[in-house]
């Protein structure tokens, strides 16, 4: 069993330790094939994670492993390349460059979570809606994911359904620069108020799980300074080693499920259809805030 390998990235070299051990063992996953993964995942994932407060989870032992910590302080020695922006006590990761995510995964950080807030920025770029089940394998997922669509297209929106590689999804819409966090947390509310209303056999805006049942959670709550989402491309540290994945509205009506989108075969999905996320141009909220604030 090799001990250690050196990658070479660029400018820098990089050292890979254990490169043979695996991380998703039912999945034949090496650490070095990870890392090689993420490198051909990076042009997709940086443009959104960098410029935001970056958590990780680690799994030293791999997913089957009986240890796992979340990180939000950058760990210890660091690289020169690597970034860091400070918030109170702790001095965040930068994710904004292919050395410093290949390190990350070198330090087995299976999963990458990112802040809703840009640092140093009190206006948010996109709004997000997080649909969340109740139900461990949940057979409506992307019905309810088809049913946000379909009520922002009537209202003149167009946004992205992601896989959040777990059990749930994300509803994701790029915006023109001007709502404020407070206004997006209204219209969240509208849009699950609503949902809730018009599909109580579906959806629920119950903020405690024991007064969910089996119903899917619509959290508006989640999109807010100081809250993180798992980011789009992040693999997840569950077997089959899924990934979160933006879907084309095609994709949503034909049911796929989360588990269809995986480390081994999302990169070259991404070849093929680019980031679907970077391709839904800014949407105006400005008009569709105006007529809610007069309700």
């Known amino acids: 069993m090799k001990q250690r390998v050196i990658?070479?990235?660029?400018?820098?070299?990089?050292?890979?330790?254990?490169?043979d051990k695996l991380l998703w063992p039912e999945s034949g996953i090496t650490k070095l094939a990870y890392v090689q993964t993420l490198a051909q995942l990076a042009p997709f994932m940086l443009p959104h994670s960098e410029g935001r407060y970056l958590t990780t989870i680690r799994y030293p032992e791999g997913i089957a492993g009986e240890t796992s910590f979340y990180q939000k302080n950058c760990p210890q020695p660091a690289p020169p390349f690597v970034r860091t922006a400070k918030d109170g006590t702790?001095?965040?990761?930068?994710?904004?460059?292919?050395?410093?995510?290949?390190?990350?995964?070198?330090?087995?950080?299976?999963?990458?979570?990112?802040?809703?807030?840009?640092?140093?920025?009190?206006?948010?770029?996109?709004?997000?809606?997080?649909?969340?089940?109740?139900?461990?394998?949940?057979?409506?997922?992307?019905?309810?994911?088809?049913?946000?669509?379909?009520?922002?297209?009537?209202?003149?929106?167009?946004?992205?359904?992601?896989?959040?590689?777990?059990?749930?999804?994300?509803?994701?819409?790029?915006?023109?620069?001007?709502?404020?966090?407070?206004?997006?947390?209204?219209?969240?509310?509208?849009?699950?108020?609503?949902?809730?209303?018009?599909?109580p056999e579906l959806f629920t805006v119950a903020r405690l799980k024991k007064d969910r049942g089996t119903l899917i959670y619509l959290d508006y709550l989640q999109h807010h300074p100081g809250r993180t989402l798992a980011a789009p491309y992040t693999p997840r540290a569950r077997p089959g080693a899924p990934v979160s994945t933006p879907l084309t509205r095609e994709e949503v009506k034909r049911d796929v499920k989360p588990a269809d989108f995986h480390l081994a075969n999302v990169p070259q999905r991404l070849s093929a259809v680019g980031d679907l996320i970077a391709q839904c141009k800014p949407q105006p909220l400005g008009r569709v805030l105006q007529s809610l604030s007069k309700l």
């Open 7 to 19: 990658l070479q990235i660029g400018e820098h070299e990089l050292s890979v330790s254990h490169p």
């Open 90 to 199: 702790i001095n965040y990761v930068v994710l904004d460059s292919l050395p410093t995510l290949v390190w990350l995964g070198s330090l087995y950080s299976l999963e990458f979570h990112v802040s809703c807030e840009r640092i140093g920025d009190p206006l948010p770029d996109r709004w997000i809606l997080d649909i969340d089940p109740s139900l461990e394998v949940e057979p409506r997922l992307m019905e309810a994911a088809d049913e946000v669509l379909t009520l922002l297209e009537s209202l003149g929106l167009q946004a992205v359904a992601k896989t959040s590689g777990a059990t749930g999804a994300q509803i994701v819409m790029p915006i023109e620069r001007g709502p404020t966090y407070e206004q997006l947390r209204a219209f969240g509310k509208f849009v699950s108020e609503y949902l809730a209303a018009q599909r």
